[in-house]
């Protein structure tokens, strides 16, 4: 057995210094703290709330638009879309493999106490950066986006490191 202070040398990723980390931490902190009021205000979670602005934005979508746009997996996105239409928030304009949903105008009324809190949140976490410095944070975060297919390309990581076994 190999002692803990052995395995002391191996490397380590300093959370510090490592970008995914404060990404993460952002993204889970700001979307709990916002999933646990609306849930506890209005009875929507994140998912529904994402779904609710997206709508807001892109007037109607289908599930597969949705699920392009927010990055979600497919049967959350349907679970939403069920829940959202359950509370008459969202229609669909029927059946089929090509229905699209929007919002009803109590959907509208949600997206506009989202927009007015979301802005809020998004100012105080901003707090202290100029103008400018928003411009080039959201560049910074587009390209990363951009990036996001080629960093999680394993086939083309796991090889070169030797980690294929």
Same mark, same amino acid.
């Not at 490592?18 to 205000?41: A, D, E, I, K, M």
């Not at 239409?85 to 669909?92: A, C, F, M």
């Not at 109590?106 to 103008?131: M, T």
């Given at each position: @057995?190999?002692?803990?202070?052995?395995?002391?040398?191996?490397?380590?990723?300093?959370?510090?210094?490592?970008?995914?980390? =404060?990404?993460?931490?952002?993204?889970? *902190?700001?979307?709990? *703290?916002?999933?646990?009021?609306?849930?506890?205000?209005?009875?929507?979670?994140?998912?529904? &709330?994402?779904? &609710?602005?997206?709508?807001? =934005?892109?007037?109607?979508?289908?599930?597969?638009?949705?699920?392009?746009?927010?990055? @979600?997996?497919?049967?959350?996105?349907? !679970?939403?879309?069920? !829940?959202?239409? %359950?509370?008459?928030?969202?229609?669909?304009?029927?059946?089929?493999?090509?229905?699209?949903?929007?919002?009803?105008?109590?959907?509208?009324?949600?997206?506009?106490? &989202?927009?007015?809190? *979301?802005?809020?949140?998004?100012?105080?976490?901003? !707090?202290?950066?100029?103008?400018?410095?928003?411009?080039?944070?959201?560049?910074? @975060?587009?390209? @990363?986006?951009?990036?996001?297919?080629?960093?999680?390309?394993?086939? %083309? &990581?796991?090889?070169?490191?030797?980690?294929?076994?």
């Amino acid at each position: @057995m190999t002692a803990k202070n052995d395995r002391r040398q191996e490397p380590t990723i300093n959370r510090f210094n490592f970008v995914p980390h =404060y990404l993460g931490v952002l993204s889970n *902190s700001f979307l709990w *703290s916002q999933s646990r009021y609306f849930l506890h205000t209005y009875d929507l979670g994140v998912n529904e &709330i994402r779904v &609710i602005s997206v709508l807001a =934005y892109s007037d109607e979508l289908s599930a597969t638009g949705l699920c392009d746009a927010l990055v @979600m997996n497919k049967s959350i996105v349907s !679970r939403t879309l069920a !829940r959202l239409q %359950e509370k008459e928030i969202i229609v669909t304009d029927g059946g089929g493999r090509n229905q699209t949903f929007r919002l009803t105008d109590l959907g509208y009324d949600f997206n506009a106490k &989202i927009v007015k809190i *979301s802005l809020a949140r998004e100012k105080r976490l901003l !707090r202290g950066l100029s103008d400018t410095d928003r411009v080039i944070l959201l560049g910074y @975060m587009a390209k @990363m986006v951009d990036n996001l297919d080629h960093a999680g390309n394993f086939a %083309e &990581i796991i090889p070169p490191l030797g980690l294929d076994d």
